[in-house]
T-cell receptor
C-alpha cells in the first residue's frame, strides 16, 4: 500500500519563503507530484520529480530523496494568492503505475 | 484551455435519486481515467479507476453498485451516484493522464453534489 504524510496546516508571511514537507512509503515508486488546490476548485499541477534532486520552476521548487522517501515543496516570495492547499501525490506500481495517490494535503495561509 | 472537462459543476438532487457526472478528455485519448471524492478540508480520495472497454477497478470500501462507472469511449467516462443520500454529498473530481507514467494528471473542474 501507500502512506503519504504532510503537515495539516502552515502559516507564513507575505514575501517570505515556506517549505512544505512530504514523506511517503510506497510499494514501488514512479514519481512524485505536487499540486495546488484552492477551495472549491480542482487541483492544478505544480511540479514532478522522479529522480533525486531539486527541480526549480519560477517561485516554486521541489526536492526529492528517494532513499529517504521524502520530498519538499519550496515557495519563495510568498504572495497572498498562494494561500491554498498543497497536495503531494505519488505513483507506484499499482494500477499499472498510472494511479496517483494523494497525501493529506497542507493548508497554507499567507498573512500580511 | 481545459484538457479535461467535467459536467455538471454542481448539482442538487433529492435523496433516493440518481445523478450522472461526465468526464471528457478534450485533446488526448484516455484509456484510463480516475474518479476522486473530496470532503471539506480533506484530501482527494481515489474511488475508482475507469478503464475503457472494461470494468472499473474500485478502491477498498467503495461500493461498486452505488457508484456506477462507465468508460464507453476513449474520451468519456461517467460516474453515476445511484440512490443518493445526504452522506454522498461531496466534491467529485475526475482526472486523466496521457500515455506513459511520467506525465501529470489533468483534472476536471469538479462536481459539487448536494443531496437533500
Amino acid at each position: 500500500g501507500q502512506n503519504i504524510d504532510q503537515p495539516t496546516e502552515m502559516t507564513a508571511t507575505e514575501g517570505a519563503i515556506v517549505q512544505i514537507n512530504c514523506t511517503y512509503q510506497t510499494s514501488g515508486f514512479n514519481g512524485l507530484f505536487w499540486y495546488q488546490q484552492h477551495a472549491g476548485e480542482a487541483p492544478t499541477f505544480l511540479s514532478y520529480n522522479v529522480l533525486d534532486g531539486l527541480e526549480e520552476k519560477g517561485r516554486f521548487s521541489s526536492f526529492l530523496s528517494r532513499s529517504k522517501g521524502y520530498s519538499y515543496l519550496l515557495l519563495k516570495e510568498l504572495q497572498m494568492k498562494d494561500s491554498a492547499s498543497y497536495l503531494c501525490a505519488v505513483t507506484g506500481l499499482t494500477g499499472g503505475g498510472n494511479k496517483l495517490t494523494f497525501g493529506t494535503g497542507t493548508q497554507l495561509k499567507v498573512e500580511l | 484551455g481545459a484538457v479535461v472537462s467535467q459536467h455538471p459543476s454542481w448539482v442538487i438532487c433529492k435523496s433516493g435519486t440518481s445523478v450522472k457526472i461526465e468526464c471528457r478528455s478534450l485533446d488526448f485519448q484516455a484509456t484510463t481515467m480516475f474518479w476522486y471524492r473530496q470532503f471539506p478540508k480533506q484530501s482527494l480520495m481515489l474511488m475508482a479507476t475507469s478503464n475503457e472497454g472494461s470494468k472499473a477497478t474500485y478502491e477498498q470500501g467503495v461500493e461498486k453498485d452505488k457508484f456506477l462507472i462507465n468508460h464507453a469511449s476513449l474520451t468519456l467516462s461517467t460516474l453515476t451516484v445511484t440512490s443518493a443520500h445526504p452522506e454522498d454529498s461531496s466534491f467529485y473530481i475526475c482526472s486523466a493522464r496521457r500515455q506513459g507514467m511520467n506525465t501529470e494528471a489533468f483534472f476536471g473542474q469538479g462536481t459539487r453534489l448536494t443531496v437533500v
